[in-house]
């Protein structure tokens, strides 16, 4: 479809909103973006026409749930550039995705064992591996960044060793924009014999993503930031990797037979997919999916990215603001401060002029501290943006500084 915002932006209901007498300049979208209806139609043409618990039955009902539940699963498979559907583990959203990780490979570590993350990761790809460190004595090192956000990758080479047992990296840094060449790190990774873990919360909604290529073990991400569901994403992995990995929740669907003094489970993804699984959200997932690929996702890229700098442009001449995360690959993302204001202020202020942007530490506390500072100001840009939006946002953060002076 050829790439036209407006009629992309007649898509989302909400849009059309105002917010104390200003139209909405919807900025939020690195923490979760706004859903078509054709997402929103999807889930509710279900429940009317066809809702009924899926895998368990013989009747028409949960056949045709069935069909569409894995239709779902095989879209991501294919948005992922996953070899088969059964690559992919349904999830509440990356978090559990990542929480999957660690709890599923936590029979591999013993004390001593090192995991490697990064300084800028988010706080889901961080408290995981601390419950390895502190139940199975497990050492976490950190590639430092460096003042423009990048990795130092000299460092993270030199990390390697043979008690490196598992990387967790970022695809696309969620405060900073920053791209990590996860290829390369992959590669590197196994040729430590390390397993290599990729959060692509970021990078999925932003660039097209092939597993294979990359060379990942597992990579994870997220429906509710692709213009989908909440409560739904997925984990990508190996088949030799979902085989090693231990369940994470116990019972139904997830085992092949029950026992009173043992159990069986059953193959991946199911063995990890215990319950009644977030049926309605996947096929949402399905449907945001579809809607997506229907653009070009180079056109995509280019309109976000052009957004992105038209704001930091716009604010370029105004030396009391402060711009984290400079790298040349980045995405969308416009992490800021403003000189002897707090973020907090400063996005309330905003807010009154109609502009939604993320004021915190957006679950990066250690990249906060590496920066040396408490917080920042973040505008993320999406599918729907306009370039009016990108400049009535810069004329707000003008207005909030001559305020808050």
């Not at 992922?80 to 992919?88: H, Q, Y």
């Not at 980045?330 to 002029?353: C, E, M, R, T, W």
């Not at 906060?368 to 990108?390: K, P, Q, V």
Request: glycine letters at 8%; proline letters at 4%.
């Amino acid at each position: 479809m050829t790439f036209d915002v407006q009629q992309i932006r007649s898509q989302f209901p909400v849009l059309a909103r105002e917010i104390n007498d200003y139209p909405l300049t919807y900025l939020d979208n690195a923490a979760s973006a706004q859903k078509p209806t054709a997402v929103m139609d999807a889930m509710t043409s279900q429940t009317e026409r066809a809702y009924a618990n899926v895998h368990r039955g013989l009747h028409t009902m949960a056949n045709e749930t069935t069909e569409a539940f894995e239709a779902a699963r095989g879209k991501v498979a294919s948005f992922l550039g996953a070899p088969s559907d059964k690559n992919i583990v349904f999830t509440r959203g990356a978090t559990e995705a990542l929480n999957l990780c660690a709890y599923g490979l936590a029979h591999m570590i013993e004390p001593g064992d090192e995991i490697i993350i990064t300084q800028m990761e988010h706080h889901s790809n961080i408290v995981p591996w601390h419950f390895l460190r502190e139940r199975h004595g497990a050492v976490i090192k950190f590639v430092p960044v460096t003042d423009e956000g990048a990795l130092d990758l000299g460092a993270y080479k030199a990390m390697l060793g043979e008690k490196t047992k598992i990387v967790s990296i970022v695809h696309m840094s969620n405060v900073l924009g920053t791209v990590n060449p996860i290829k390369d790190m992959a590669t590197w990774a196994h040729a430590a014999g390390a397993i290599f873990i990729s959060d692509g919360t970021q990078a999925a909604v932003h660039m097209d993503i092939d597993v294979q290529d990359l060379g990942v073990d597992l990579y994870c991400m997220t429906g509710h930031k692709l213009y989908g569901p909440t409560a739904i994403g997925a984990l990508y992995g190996t088949s030799a990797t979902l085989d090693k990995m231990q369940p994470f929740n116990g019972g139904g669907e997830m085992i092949e037979d029950v026992f009173e003094d043992r159990v069986t489970y059953n193959d991946a993804p199911y063995k990890f997919e215990a319950g009644t699984p977030p049926i309605l959200e996947a096929i949402g997932l399905g449907a945001a999916i579809d809607w997506v690929r229907q653009f070009s996702s180079e056109d995509i890229r280019q309109h976000e990215m052009a957004l992105y700098h038209a704001a930091r442009d716009g604010l370029a001449d105004m030396n009391s603001i402060q711009v984290v995360g400079t790298t040349a690959d980045k995405g969308p993302v416009l992490s800021f401060n403003l000189k002897g204001a707090h973020a907090h202020d400063l996005a309330q202020i905003l807010d009154k002029y109609g502009v939604a942007v993320r004021a915190g530490q957006h679950c990066t506390q250690p990249l906060m501290a590496r920066f040396g500072i408490h917080s920042t100001a973040r505008a993320s840009f999406g599918i729907y943006n306009t370039l009016d939006e990108a400049e009535r946002f810069v004329e707000a953060v003008r207005k909030a500084a001559r305020f808050l002076a």
